[in-house]
């Protein structure tokens, strides 16, 4: 398999997890999002929507959307599993994956805050601000949705609920967001990067990380 990606986004991150979780090998394609190449027409024809991920198949099918890709490594490879078998606990860790990948990431991610500088006049702090704001109220509610205590969010095995969140924390150690609020994301970002799939996907590994 082959996924368009790059070393900084979190959507990226989270497909990367999960490949190494599921023990899948690929090959990294990077698309510089910060150049615009995911605006470059030889791109938009993998992906219309102009973001990564997109994952390429052994047969050339392409995957996009983070989530989809996800739904699809589950349904292919079910071992390990990353979602509960039972549809209550299934739908709680979708709950809380959900609060990182559709609430929080897109209105904090690069073109969001690129568009509110050049359209509404904020300065960089002014961008700065715009996401920590987000993260800081995300992050409140995404605690409160997962289990008070264990090693990952709602077990002793990481699910979706991890494999978006510690994206996400990369993000918010990068713009300073204070995150001694949250203790317990803490410890969930600390032991999953103690696995070797989490440790392999951090940005700073990847073969285009600046």
């Not at 989270?14 to 910060?34: F, M, N, Q, T, Y």
């Not at 983070?66 to 078998?85: Q, T």
């Amino acid at each position: 398999m082959k996924l368009y990606t790059y070393w900084r986004s979190s959507c990226s991150y989270r497909v990367r997890i999960a490949l190494g979780l599921k023990g899948l090998d690929w090959e990294s394609l990077p698309v510089h999002l910060v150049k615009g190449e995911q605006r470059d027409p030889a791109y938009l024809a993998h992906n219309p929507s102009g973001f990564v991920p997109t994952l390429v198949l052994e047969d050339g099918t392409e995957l996009v959307q983070s989530l989809a890709i996800l739904d699809y490594l589950e349904a292919v490879y079910p071992d390990p599993p990353l979602l509960p078998a039972d549809p209550l606990a299934r739908a709680r860790v979708l709950a809380a994956a959900h609060v990182i990948a559709m609430d929080t990431q897109p209105v904090t991610n690069v073109g969001v805050v690129g568009h509110l500088k050049a359209a509404h006049g904020a300065d960089q702090q002014g961008g700065i601000d715009w996401m920590v704001h987000f993260m800081e109220q995300n992050f409140t509610a995404f605690e409160a949705l997962i289990a008070p205590e264990g090693r990952f969010c709602f077990c002793d095995s990481p699910t979706w609920a991890d494999i978006c969140l510690v994206p996400q924390l990369y993000n918010a150690h990068r713009w300073g967001v204070p995150l001694d609020r949250f203790p317990r994301l803490l410890d969930i970002e600390r032991a999953a990067l103690a696995l070797p799939a989490f440790d392999a996907a951090r940005p700073e590994t990847q073969p285009d990380a600046e």
